[in-house]
């Protein structure tokens, strides 16, 4: 997935992505370079310090894991400020 958000992959879209991640029973891994972290450590999350258009694999596994991967791939594709996933994941 490409980050696309002007400020990168800060504290607070992190902290989004730990609740939606936290949502399932899938492991749930993003890796960038050489890095791997946990989608459900928000220190994790941030020590990948992901730039705007850096990309990120996304490695999902488990029971619900096409939901959890679909859920991820549209976090990454909204725009928090902009768009209807705001609702959706701005709620912290």
Excluded at 48 to 60: N, P, Q, Y
Excluded at 77 to 92: G, L, Q, T, Y
């Amino acid at each position: 997935v490409l980050v696309r958000w002007k400020e990168g992959l800060h504290l607070r879209p992190a902290a989004r992505l730990v609740k939606e991640a936290s949502n399932f029973q899938a492991s749930i891994s993003l890796k960038l370079d050489q890095q791997l972290a946990d989608a459900r450590s928000i220190f994790a999350v941030a020590l990948l310090s992901a730039t705007c258009g850096s990309v990120i694999d996304l490695e999902v596994s488990g029971a619900d894991e096409e939901e959890a991967m679909a859920a991820m791939s549209e976090f990454f594709e909204s725009d928090p400020d902009h768009d209807s996933a705001k609702n959706r994941f701005s709620s912290i």
